[in-house]
């Protein structure tokens, strides 16, 4: 398998414009998280799915946030409209549902809204 | 997150010399979970630690998980520049309904 996903690796974007990060996860894994991570406030849970439903989403940081998991292999990310502030790394993340809970992270989509 | 702390924020260590990151928890943690990270990379598993007292080797890494299984270390023995990057640990706390609750990270910087 070629682990976790994660387009475009790269994302320079106006404030203002919409912007999808996109994320395929492991076959298999029944679990799919969406992480930002900026220097100020370190690895955050934006959303987790569970066989493709939402179950936590209180991390997302307002209304212009929203996630979509339509199938088992598939999920994107959307910020519209996007603010300065935004820009950060998004990391994908699936795990198996056993105890083990590894996760498994994508490389990440660096973000920049100018 | 204010359940887990993780110190040092950051270390600078000359090449060769061991080093100590800690993960403690205001929780008993089901599990503890070592992660690595490069810059502009995802995050790399290292180790997971379940049982008090247990303790994990790979390479020049081990870590232990105390018996009361509310803190973790990473121990790095004779560092070597492979070893620089940011380690975060990531809990599995009662309550946390599958997901994991992370610490702020150690950014590792070694000195040749």
């Known amino acids: 398998d070629a682990g976790v996903i994660q387009s475009p690796r790269h994302e320079v974007t106006e404030m203002g414009q919409e912007v999808t990060l996109r994320c395929k996860p492991i076959s298999g894994h029944d679990y799919l998280f969406w992480y930002r991570q900026t220097m100020m406030r370190g690895l955050e849970l934006l959303i987790y799915?569970?066989?493709?439903?939402?179950?936590?989403d209180s991390g997302m940081p307002e209304d212009r946030f929203s996630a979509k998991m339509p199938n088992a292999s598939f999920s994107t990310l959307k910020i519209q409209p996007s603010e300065p502030r935004d820009s950060a790394v998004y990391f994908c993340a699936s795990s198996l549902a056993d105890r083990s809970m590894e996760q498994f992270f994508g490389p990440g989509t660096r973000l920049t809204v100018l | 997150s204010q359940e887990l702390e993780q110190s040092p924020q950051s270390l600078i260590v000359q090449e060769g010399k061991n080093l100590t990151i800690n993960c403690t928890s205001s929780k008993t943690l089901y599990g503890l979970y070592w992660y690595k990270q490069k810059y502009g990379e995802g995050l790399i598993f290292l180790m997971m630690l379940q049982k008090g007292g247990e303790e994990k080797s790979h390479e020049k890494i081990t870590a232990k998980l105390d018996e009361k299984k509310q803190q973790s270390s990473l121990h790095i023995t004779a560092s070597q520049p492979s070893h620089a990057g940011i380690y975060l640990c990531g809990a599995d706390l009662p309550d946390s309904n599958y997901q994991l609750i992370w610490g702020a990270g150690t950014k590792l910087i070694i000195k040749p």
């Open positions: 799915f569970n066989n493709n439903v939402p179950i936590d």
